[in-house]
């Protein structure tokens, strides 16, 4: 059956690409093009991510006008959004998951505004099913999280202002110091919230199929790993900022804060198993350090853990984690009245990063 199937596959990904090579043969079919390159990284084959050349030809959509990038982007999700096979819909989601990180600004733009509505289920795969073989069954499941994953990058990423892990997101640091010593502490809070529920949904990530299928899994942990890494740069930035105005936090941004911190203990197990050749050791030491010195001082304050542990009764508990009821509608805040925080931070402690580069390996423990 698995043999049947491959061949069915093959015989799809022929068809389709020779139509769709026939029809783009036209210079001004630009868009065809894409459509294209689209076919030919989102083969039926369950042992190969998209090539590298592939993903450079919708890459390069970046570099044109809007329309340019707008029938790239809709190229990829209609492959996404009509296909009902498995490796297909996995593919097609790298190729998302490649605009967020490498794409130019125009690309990411588009994407973020397909559809115009966003919110829950913006990838409408919740349902998704491949019934062909236990594998492809198999492979559903990481079709369902990866979509659902790749929805709260884009959620994060329109609260923070800017996609996490973007390559083409950086920030000059004296800028960057200058937009985190400006946040209110609700504008912190808010920014803290989605970065730890993009760890959480990271958390969910399937185990890896025994049947087949692991180079694609193991493609989707290094893009998530790398991820990973982004998130807890910016997680490591608010707290430390939040370290330093501890003494001027009320009693509600004290739970607030407690609440995120229990969450995002909550993930460090599955972490450190799923993505544990991510990092080296010593540079997630220091962020858990960091972690537990923020809970320490606020334990230290007149108010007491205690205190705030009783209070985080009524905020709002959610099967094993914290949710804060303030933050439960994630829009964006707007920073025109910020208010800038006598801080110290910056001037003794450089931001804490650790990037993960196309050359590293995953063996750096």
């Known amino acids: 059956m698995g043999r049947i199937t491959a061949l069915i596959g093959m015989i799809k ?11 783009s043969s036209n210079p001004t079919s630009k868009s065809l093009s894409f459509h294209l390159s689209v076919l030919r990284a989102t083969t039926h084959d369950p042992s190969t991510p998209p090539a590298n050349r592939h993903l450079e030809v919708l890459l ?32 097609s989601l790298i190729i998302i998951h490649h605009i967020v990180k490498h794409g130019r600004f125009i690309l990411q733009d588009q994407l973020s505004v397909f559809p115009a509505s966003g919110g829950r289920n913006y990838l409408k795969l919740s349902g998704f099913r491949d019934e062909k073989s236990p594998l492809m069954w198999e492979l559903s499941s990481w079709v369902r999280w990866y979509a659902s994953y790749l929805e709260q990058i884009l959620s994060t990423s329109r609260i923070m202002g800017f996609f996490v892990s973007s390559t083409s997101s950086a920030i000059h640091k004296d800028e960057y ?24 949904e990271a958390c969910k990530i399937p185990d890896v199929p025994f049947c087949g299928g692991k180079s694609l899994a193991d493609k989707i942990i290094r893009l998530v790993g790398e991820d990973y890494v982004s998130s807890v740069n910016e997680l490591y930035t608010r707290l ?15 739970i607030e804060l407690v609440c995120a911190l229990k969450r995002l203990e909550s993930c460090k197990e599955r972490v450190s198993v799923v ?22 001082m606020i334990g230290d304050l007149e108010d007491g853990y205690e205190k705030i542990e009783r209070s985080m009764v009524g905020v709002g508990r959610r099967g094993k984690g914290y949710e804060s009821a303030r933050f439960t509608d994630r829009l964006v805040i707007g920073y025109g009245d910020a208010v800038r925080f006598s801080s110290g931070r910056f001037s003794n402690v450089d931001r804490f990063n650790y990037s993960v580069s196309s050359q590293t390996t995953l063996n750096v423990l």
């Open 13 to 23: 990904d022929k068809a389709s690409q020779g139509k769709a090579a026939l029809v």
């Open 60 to 91: 390069s959509a970046g570099t044109g006008s809007r329309a340019t990038a707008a029938s790239a982007v809709e190229a990829v999700m209609n492959r996404l959004h009509t296909t009902k096979d498995a490796c297909v819909a996995l593919k």
């Open 177 to 200: 110091e200058e937009m985190v010593l400006s946040l209110t502490n609700a504008d912190l809070l808010r920014e803290i919230y989605a970065l730890v529920g993009l760890l959480q």
């Open 240 to 254: 430390n900022e939040f370290k330093d105005r501890s003494s001027i936090l009320s009693f509600g941004d004290r």
């Open 275 to 296: 993505f544990r050749g991510i990092w080296k050791r010593a540079w997630i030491d220091g962020f858990w350090s960091l972690v537990r010195e923020v809970k320490g």
